[in-house]
């Protein structure tokens, strides 16, 4: 029986589709990138903030203060474009630095580590304030030009690392280009340094309570994440009244867990969406990276049923497959940015698009619509 006109044109496009997918996030790739992740989960497993109890032993222990993160570490990284002048710029992978020594709390405590109390009454959701507890007995180690009024200096310790070295800021991370020639190409190698101080306490009790099913993540999953804790990180809200001492709350930590368990068409739905927002989106509105991964948490949390998998699901036409997820991150996508409403993952009263109002935000759902229906 001769297939409809309509048949045909779907046939065409589903051809185009998986030739697409199987060229550029081809397997191939998948396997490149899983392996990249694994060998960085391999590094982050000697990754140990360091206690003053055990500050002279770290180096014999082999122990980093070190964590690396960011899409590279998580397996979720796109593939290397190349522009007209044959440049490659390498900068998805993040090193956080721990500073040695210095932690915070959310309140007072006897350990010996927690030099900083948290204070988040003048500050947006999601950022802080750190205090210095005049009660700590590791209060002599803190450099005195650190720390005014009592509040530590963010841009202080953001420098600490990067000194006489030309950086370039991008949110909490500093990043230093290292270029070298490689196959006749100039290859730009960015590293994106980020210091941090290791949070002693657990700061989003509501996702921890989170009415969700068990399926992603799971309940042995957040009790991990909860164990190991978060970091607080030197940047401000655009709208803060005191930047030089305002910090954010980082979950680089849990995200590298949660990574692991983004199943494998899910992770590779994820970096076609990734590739389509940055072709056809960024020029219209600022979509970093970290506002898409948002996106993929919250999918993955909210339609376990679409984006989780098992065996029989594998079975099943790959570019369908696909599809239904792709357009689903797409929906919440569009919602997120006409509501002008993006909670963040772990603590839900953050909104990141609370600064990213936009004039073009009509033309720019227009246009999510347009990549939805083709």
Known sequence: ?????TEKYMNIRNLLTNFIIDTIINDGFMEYILSCRK?????????????????????RNHQLPLLLTGSFAEGLNIPSLFSDKCTMDISDCDIIYTIPLLTCNMSATNRKTAVFLINTQHTHSGYLNLILDTNSRNIKSIPYEYV???????????????????????????????EYRASGLNVIYSKDFVVALQCLSWPAPEWIERQRSDLWPKSSTIKIIVQQGCHVV????????????????????????????????????????????????????????YYLKTILFWCCEEYPAIFLE???DLLVVKIQFIATKLDKL?????????KQEL?????????????????????????IQYLRQN
Not at 39 to 59: A, G, H, K, T, V
Not at 261 to 288: G, Q, S, V
Not at 331 to 337: A, C, G, N, V
């Open 1 to 5: 029986m001769a297939l409809l006109p």
């Open 39 to 59: 060998q960085c989960r391999d590094i982050n497993r000697r990754y140990r903030p360091i206690s003053l109890r055990e500050s002279e032993n770290y180096l």
């Open 148 to 178: 005014s009024d009592l509040n530590l200096i963010a841009y202080k310790c953001a420098d600490e690392i990067v000194e006489n070295q030309t950086t370039e800021r991008h949110g909490p991370a500093q990043q230093i280009d290292s």
């Open 234 to 289: 030197p940047v401000f809200h655009a709208k803060s009244n005191q930047p030089d001492i305002e910090w954010r709350y980082s979950f680089s930590y849990a995200e590298l867990i949660l990574a692991e368990e983004i199943p494998y068409y899910t992770r590779k739905t994820y970096l076609i969406f990734k590739l389509l927002c940055k072709k056809y989106l960024n020029p219209y509105f600022p979509l970093k990276t």
């Open 310 to 312: 098992n065996n029989n």
């Open 330 to 338: 797409m929906e919440r996508l569009s919602k997120s940015i006409e």
């Open 343 to 367: 909670p963040n993952y772990f603590i839900r009263t953050n909104n990141m698009f609370d600064c990213c109002i936009d004039s073009h935000t009509a033309s720019i759902i227009e246009k």
